[in-house]
């Protein structure tokens, strides 16, 4: 198991987003007079569930909407080639995404595909 992390200094450079089916990596989105959603933490009661052998990997998984566009935050461990957790409806992209992130060490990265039905997974 391989943990899937894209926190580091201060979390200023954790986030992948995506508006419709452009993806995009930068720091946390201001609210800049749109509407700024809460987080949702997966897990949590009420919220999706991981899945499989996935956990929380010293830190935390969440997602929220900001200004139309979903942000995603994952710090989880767990077997690869597997889905991580679904997001719930209107969440999702309306095209598959691939991203590759930082596996939370100074050299490593980690492939994770979010499927336009919500799926999270790591590749």
Same mark, same amino acid.
């Given at each position: 198991?391989?943990?899937? !992390?894209?926190?580091?200094?201060?979390? $200023?450079?954790? &986030?992948? @987003?995506?508006?419709?089916?452009?993806?995009?990596?930068?720091?946390?989105?201001? *609210? #800049? %007079?749109?509407?700024? %959603?809460?987080?949702? &933490?997966? %897990?949590?009661? +009420?919220?999706?569930? &991981?899945? %499989?052998?996935?956990?929380?990997?010293?830190?935390f998984?969440?997602?929220?909407?900001?200004?139309? $566009? !979903?942000?995603?935050?994952? *710090?989880?461990? =767990?077997?690869? +080639?597997? /889905?991580?957790?679904?997001?719930?409806? =209107?969440?999702?992209?309306?095209?598959s995404? &691939?991203?590759?992130? #930082?596996? +939370?060490?100074?050299?490593? *990265?980690?492939? /994770?595909? /979010?499927?336009?039905? @919500?799926? /999270?997974?790591?590749?």
């Open positions: 198991m391989k943990p899937i !992390t894209e926190p580091s200094q201060g979390r $200023e450079n954790s &986030y992948l @987003g995506w508006s419709s089916n452009q993806l995009f990596r930068r720091p946390p989105a201001s *609210s #800049g %007079g749109c509407n700024e %959603g809460s987080w949702h &933490y997966v %897990g949590d009661p +009420g919220e999706p569930a &991981y899945e %499989g052998d996935w956990q929380d990997n010293l830190s998984t969440r997602f929220r909407t900001v200004c139309d $566009e !979903t942000e995603i935050e994952i *710090s989880a461990t =767990g077997t690869s +080639g597997t /889905v991580i957790f679904t997001l719930p409806t =209107g969440y999702a992209p309306s095209i995404i &691939y991203a590759i992130v #930082g596996d +939370g060490s100074s050299t490593g *990265s980690h492939n /994770v595909v /979010v499927y336009s039905d @919500g799926t /999270v997974n790591s590749l």
